[in-house]
């Protein structure tokens, strides 16, 4: 199938299984999938302006659909969604002018495939450790199966301790917290969202629950519907610097829609640690369809 706006010629079917297995792990994550999505656009051969652009628009739908499947388990913090959007939106904009500045000296490939990589095994790293720490320290004892204490819950604890007005309560995530650590965590999730695609919920879905304190059922549903606006944001942003190939962000959500109902619904059956553990191969996947991209420069068409 030819997309005219990307000038490419790709197959509908993977597009189709890529936005179907993103959709399931954004449910189930409660992040938008663009460490997976990115990566297979860019070895479909997507340049990497193109998969930042394509990638956010495609989240657009998905996201709302994970959204209000989450809120209707109630993992949803809507309040803590809008106040994250005052961070975000800035912090989209910022990251798609990076880009714009890349695409001009024409090293945007290069410069965007490294820092995702580094990103990627960053997270995977981390959240392997912290996940097993918490796992095995929780052994012998009864736990629920909502029962969710990060062994770095000593982060938010502290976090949650700072005293700079204005603090807000927050019902829903059953914390009181100051509204800057907030908005710079959001802030910050913004920046990787408009530079490397997708609702960055693979920086702000451990940011809420390491830093905030945030449960992470809670963090799961919060995050999507936090992608949900920075997405719309951010698909805004690069279509009108012609980064966005709509069509293949459509044929991509036809698999999404299903896939994220079903994440979202398997949340439900699982802890949080155990949550934040299967997460640990996806990061990798994802880095590892970079690094053969870049390395091979092979399409998968």
């Known amino acids: 199938m030819d997309f005219l706006i990307s000038n490419q010629h790709i ?8 936005g179907f297995l993103v959709g399931v792990m954004g449910g189930f994550f409660g992040v938008g999938g663009s460490f997976l999505a990115g990566p297979g656009l860019f070895a479909l051969g997507l340049p990497m302006n193109m998969v930042v652009g394509t990638d956010l628009a495609h989240l657009v739908g998905k996201s709302i659909v994970a959204t209000k499947k989450h809120r209707v388990l109630g993992n949803v913090d809507m309040k803590l969604g809008l106040f994250m ?19 001009r000296s024409a090293q945007v490939n290069q410069v965007v495939g490294v820092f995702f990589i580094l990103v990627l095994l960053s997270i995977s790293g981390f959240m392997g450790w912290e996940s097993f720490k918490t796992i095995r320290s929780s052994k012998g004892k009864r736990k629920s199966a909502k029962s969710d204490r990060s062994a770095l819950a000593h982060i938010g604890k ?3 301790r700072i005293k700079l007005r204005p603090i807000i309560d927050l019902p829903v995530s059953g914390i009181r917290i100051s509204i800057w650590p907030i908005i710079l965590v959001a802030f910050v999730g913004g920046i990787f969202s408009g530079f490397l695609g997708g609702g960055a919920g693979y920086i702000r879905m451990p940011s809420l629950v390491y830093i905030l304190g945030i449960p992470t059922h809670v963090a799961v549903g919060t995050d999507l519907f936090e992608i949900m606006i920075s997405a719309s944001n951010g698909t805004l942003s690069h ?18 829609a299903i896939g994220a109902q079903i994440g979202a619904t398997l949340t439900q059956h699982f802890a949080g640690p155990r949550i934040r553990l299967a997460f640990v191969p996806l990061p990798l996947i994802g880095a590892g369809l970079i690094i053969y991209g870049l390395l091979t420069g092979t399409q998968f068409k």
């Open 85 to 103: 959007a005052t961070g975000t939106l800035a912090g989209v904009e910022i990251g798609a002018q990076a880009i714009e500045y890349l695409k």
């Open 158 to 160: 502290a976090v949650q």
């Open 239 to 256: 279509a009108f610097k012609g980064n966005v190939d709509i069509m293949i962000a459509l044929v991509m959500h036809t698999g999404a």
């Open 11 to 18: 197959n509908p079917v993977f597009l189709i299984g890529i």
